[in-house]
Nanobody, 122 residues
Framework: QVQLGESGGGLVQAGGSLRLSCATS????????AGWYRQAPGKGREFVAG????????LIADSVKGRFTISRDNAKNTVDLQMNSLKPEDTAIYYC???????????????WGQGTQVTVSS
């Protein structure tokens, strides 16, 4: 079982920025594709961004394209999500997960961290 830990969330005004980080204690994480999802209260989990194991390919959801970027540092076993120009509708708990990235689709594994809360005020 891979252990995941999300951090970096907080309260920010609309138009502000946050950088989320996902850290894993397992060696296998660096060998897999990875992604970020988010879940607002009463809503299902929504795909945000994915990245290949090498970092060479990324997939960004249309709702955040141009504002969010995903990156990884395999030497540190971390996957980051840089969030700029935040909007109130970005408010959610954000989760990271290993999975499989194809050209137009990300397939998550059933492994999740505790999540980190992002709240964007008007």
């Amino acid at each position: 079982q891979v252990q995941l830990g999300e951090s970096g969330g907080g309260l920010v005004q609309a138009g502000g920025s946050l950088r989320l980080s996902c850290a894993t204690s397992g060696r296998s994480f660096r060998l897999t594709d990875a992604g970020w999802y988010r879940q607002a209260p009463g809503k299902g989990r929504e795909f945000v961004a994915g990245i290949s194991w090498s970092g060479g390919r990324t997939l960004i959801a249309d709702s955040v394209k141009g504002r969010f970027t995903i990156s990884r540092d395999n030497a540190k076993n971390t996957v980051d999500l840089q969030m700029n120009s935040l909007k109130p509708e970005d408010t959610a708990i954000y989760y990271c997960t290993p999975g499989t990235l194809v050209i137009t689709t990300y397939h998550p594994a059933n492994i999740w961290g505790q999540g980190t809360q992002v709240t964007v005020s008007s």
